[in-house]
């Protein structure tokens, strides 16, 4: 043992000995420069969505270029590869990547609501319809609020709309409704959906008094807007005509999903077959992403290759793989138009177009660099989805995947194994189930708290049924609609989705899976569990096992932070947050707000029918009152902390505080963490500082 630390100390050293030799550097950075840029810039975009202050583009600007000209600078006079210019490559990545955030908030910048508006009358033109869990989301382009003159007029809203639905995609509307500004996190790291929905350019979401009824108005005269409108009629046209091709035996389960993966629309989708999905682990399939965009472009690749090559006087003259890839490229884009073109569509179509341009510039196609290269595209075009689970969940799995693969390969190379047979098609199965899993576990923890803990094993289940049977049906079923045989295809392709939804019935009995059973992870535990990720990406051989310090200092971290607290949500409901993250959520009032993201699945209970409900936090005992007229002083002896739904009456002098339902503002609630055995109450997160965090009364 002593001698291989030795040998281990002494190769450290021969190392540092040759990074002062100038080939050495160079080889280092050409080798790792793109993924050092690609993590520079998703830093620098980070950093402007998280500080609490709007950065002066100015300063941005300054220094990058003031950056730009010191590594020019530092290449003449001290190298081109010495420490100082590659700390001015990092600053310089780390500008860009905060004049890209910058940039896209500017162009994002639009008519914002100022509070609370309605009830009154909207109308405009359905763009499109999600399930929710009470009726429908419906997204209206605004064309007119009563109220609002035309310069105030926000562009996209999103009603809830509980009532029966007579109204479809591309219809114009009128709906009385009350809309506002869509709300903030309520905790700490909890989803920024103010954030997101800025970005994404919805100006409001609100719900609908009654049902939406039909307009006279014809097509808007904007012609970005019609043409979205079009684009949308013809995704609902799609989805109704597979939901209603794909049926068969139990339809209601296959069909919807069916629907979904061709065309981007889960209106079909019952809520029951969408969170067993999420329960098992197989949330993934529903989401138009890298699998699909992969699967269906990687499907059209081999099918025009392999018909090409059967062309001897073709094959024989041209680079049929070339114009496979031409092919597989206008397919991916096909499919992005057709799906509506999500944020997780877009990601998957650019790291399929830099896949594929590739194989044209006769470059490597699967590697490191070109996932860097879509990382770095992605900075620059959508900066804000750097902080979305889609983002970091994509790329993780997709570069540890990368680098298991190539480790992999050099592993069978050196004992000249060739991969074939059933055998190595089930092993990489089952690591790529596990790879993937394990790099997005801390991705899902964080925003979530929760994992679906059977989900390597639904996906090996599932996975060859979605590749091997749903995938190829459905690119077949394209090929017949022309031939008029795509209706017994379709069939086909909805009884696979039936076996994928029942594998994850089998892997979701219940209901209290989904609920949260972890503590929350603080942003320092998921920085040096992704710096554990990242150094697995680019180190090779033994060096590899450093990530090891890192992984256990960001599970340190998760496991030694704080966790016990009290919410009090807009919605209403009291949560009761134990160390170990389980939640408790009593029903106290009745609120128009939203429960955070994390705690949203917990079981709701009602409240003991005493007169005063005592619960405990650790040490610390709080008190919920009903009626305070019946309670008296000394029954608070031994309570840290009142909450009431009304305010205190003037004759009650006890000295706990006392908070009510009145005091908790609908836009942030009101927090309390458990710190050194008492309950110290949490400042909301700050609003008016940035341009998707305005500041309203309730």
Known sequence: MLQHAVARLGKGFRISLLWRHELFRREIWLRYRAIFYAFSMALGAALYLLVWFEPAVSISALTSVFCGGLVFGLARFAGTYSGLAL??????????????????SWRSQGPWLDGVVGPVMIEGWVTAIDPARRGDRIRLAVHAIQGLPANELPGVIRLTHISERHVDVGRFVRCWSVVRPPPGPLLANDYAFDRQAYFEGLSGVGYVQGRCRGGVLGPPKNVATGLQLEIAQMRRALARYVYRHAGGIDAHRGAGFAAALVSGDRSFMSPDVQQALRGSGLAHLMAISGLHMGLLSGLAYVFVWRNLVLIEPLALRVPVRKLAASAAIMAGLAYLLVSGGSVSTQRAFIMALIFYAAILFDRRALSMQSCALAMMLIVLWMP?????????????????????????????????????????????????????????????????????????????IAMPIFTLVSAPVAMSSLLFLPFGLSDEVMQVFGLSLVAVVTVADWFFPDVEAAQSAFKPMTGLSLLSLSVSLGWVFIATGKWRSLAIIPLLSGLGIW??????????????????????????????????????????????RELCAALLCQYVIGPSRIAIIVRPDEVACEDLDDVELVLAKYRQPESFACSPPWFSWQDVPERAGQQWRLLNGRLRRVAPPPCGRRPWRSCYSD
């Open 384 to 460: 804000w989805s750097v902080l979305t689970p889609g983002f970091q969940m994509s790329f993780a799995a997709t570069g540890a995947l990368i680098a298991t693969y190539e480790a992999w390969r050099q592993r069978r190379r050196s004992v000249e194994l060739k991969p074939a047979g059933f055998g190595f098609w089930l092993k990489s199965l089952f690591v790529t189930s596990v790879v993937s899993t394990l790099a997005t576990l801390p991705f899902g923890l964080f925003p979530f708290g929760r994992v679906a803990e059977h989900s390597i094993v639904a996906n090996l």
């Open 559 to 604: 496991l030694l932070s704080p966790a016990a607290g009290l919410v009090w949500a807009p919605s209403g409901d009291v949560l009761l947050i134990a160390a170990n993250g389980r939640a408790e959520r009593i029903h106290v009032s009745k609120g128009s707000g939203l429960m955070p993201m994390r705690y949203r699945n917990v079981e709701r």
């Open 87 to 104: 700390g001015a490559r990092f600053i310089l990545a780390v500008s860009i990547g905060l004049l890209a955030g910058q940039a896209t």
